[in-house]
T-cell receptor, first 111, second 118 residues
Framework: SQQGEEDPQALSIQEGENATMNCSYK?????LQWYRQNSGRGLVHLIL?????REKHSGRLRVTLDTSKKSSSLLITASRAADTASYFC???????????FGQGTRLTINP | EPEVTQTPSHQVTQMGQEVILRCVPI?????FYWYRQILGQKVEFLVS????????KSEIFDDQFSVERPDGSNFTLKIRSTKLEDSAMYFC????????????????FGPGTRLTVL
């Protein structure tokens, strides 16, 4: 079954630096989405990239998708302390509605 | 901005009891979902619901689970006889559909209900 897996599992950087997280999956997808989760809280939708798109921007976020490598990356530029959270990628297969989540990357921004 | 809401935020119950978790999806959305996240683990899909019926469900979603849309706004998840291993955060999500077909699948999640089974 398809599976999104993020790496690294944990990332700690200084405020102002850029943070890059990666996601890999196993089967063909329709869309790939990135979510943020603050500790013990809900999932906040960040961005969706479709399988026919290669790059997408939203504010300080940049997402890339390489379907040949079955991988995606999330770049957060000029990080802030408030960006501290876990970040998950989630994929859905063609014809399916369910999202398959990865284990997540725990991002810590140090002031 | 419209959002998915869930009640209660925290539910504590005894093993074997029935619980109902409630969700109000975004008003113009037509697809509804339940997911769960056991502490420290991945978010797992449970069930999707469209046009008043289940459209997809996972192996987790066994006979102990049921979903319902009792009126035009609420979407509920019922666990008939809770087990210790049902303790988890339960998330409701919804997505928009166009002309009865999914043109994209941007799912918006509620804040979750933390279910604790004692």
């Amino acid at each position: 079954s398809q599976q999104g897996e993020e790496d690294p599992q944990a990332l700690s950087i200084q405020e102002g630096e850029n943070a890059t997280m990666n996601c890999s999956y196993k089967t063909s997808i329709n869309n790939l989405q990135w979510y943020r989760q603050n500790s013990g809280r809900g999932l906040v939708h960040l961005i969706l990239i479709r399988s026919n798109e290669r790059e997408k921007h939203s504010g300080r976020l940049r997402v890339t998708l390489d379907t040949s490598k079955k991988s995606s990356s999330l770049l957060i530029t000029a990080s802030r302390a408030a960006d501290t959270a876990s970040y998950f990628c989630a994929t859905d297969a063609q014809g399916a509605q369910k999202l398959v989540f990865g284990q997540g990357t725990r991002l810590t921004i140090n002031p | 901005e419209p959002e998915v809401t869930q009640t209660p935020s925290h539910q504590v119950t005894q093993m074997g009891q029935e619980v109902i978790l409630r969700c109000v999806p975004i008003s113009n959305h037509l697809y509804f979902y339940w997911y769960r996240q056991i502490l420290g683990q991945k978010v797992e899909f449970l069930v999707s619901f469209y046009n008043n019926e289940i459209s997809e469900k996972s192996e987790i979603f066994d006979d102990q689970f049921s979903v319902e849309r009792p009126d035009g706004s609420n979407f509920t998840l019922k666990i008939r006889s809770t087990k210790l291993e049902d303790s988890a955060m339960y998330f409701c999500a919804s997505s928009e559909a166009t002309s009865g077909m999914i043109s994209y699948n941007e799912q918006f999640f509620g804040p979750g209900t933390r279910l604790t089974v004692l």
